[in-house]
């Protein structure tokens, strides 16, 4: 008996990230060097059905939901007057929760875990004051692969994403 999830394996996880930053950054002239970490709430979630065979016959349902994030990463950048334009990358974490449901709704198996990667971006930062400045940020995240031991097989979540991050800092 073989299990084959539509769309060959991928779930598109969509959501919404939100949370806090706290870092030191070193500036010399215009360059700066800097360290920053974040825990965020995460409400990515996806899902997507698992059929029996290859042609037919609906399995049941994998969802994947990632509920936080953290990372801690280096900052180095170049300020042009009010402006920091940057690149940012290191360590990341994140909460991953796995389920799979069969059609009748019978029988569960889920999973929750912990998994590591990397995340690696850039951004623009501009001083709105000397205390407040604003960013827009870009950044790619490649968590480790998650499975879920559904007694019939393994399924695999690959936890990558894309995130076009906003915010306020606050400099002390």
Request: net charge negative; aromatic share 12%.
């Amino acid at each position: 008996m073989e299990l084959f999830p539509h769309d060959d394996g991928s779930i598109d996880a969509e959501g919404f990230i939100g949370g806090l930053h706290a870092g030191y950054n070193w500036q010399m002239d215009s360059f700066l060097l800097g360290v920053e970490a974040d825990g965020e709430f995460a409400d990515l979630s996806g899902e997507t059905d698992v059929d029996l065979v290859s042609c037919c016959s609906n399995w049941g349902e994998l969802k994947k939901d990632i509920d936080w994030l953290a990372s801690l990463r280096l900052r180095a950048g170049y300020a042009a007057d009010r402006a920091l334009f940057y690149v940012t990358g290191g360590l990341a974490a994140g909460g991953v929760d796995m389920r799979h449901r069969n059609v009748e709704e019978v029988v569960t198996y889920s999973e929750s875990e912990t998994a590591w990667g990397w995340t690696l971006g850039g951004g623009l930062e501009y001083a709105l004051t000397d205390d407040v400045s604003a960013r827009i940020e870009y950044r790619y995240t490649d968590l480790a692969n998650t499975e879920l031991d559904a007694r019939v097989r393994d399924f695999r979540f690959e936890n990558d994403f894309h995130a076009v991050r906003a915010g306020l800092s606050w400099h002390f």
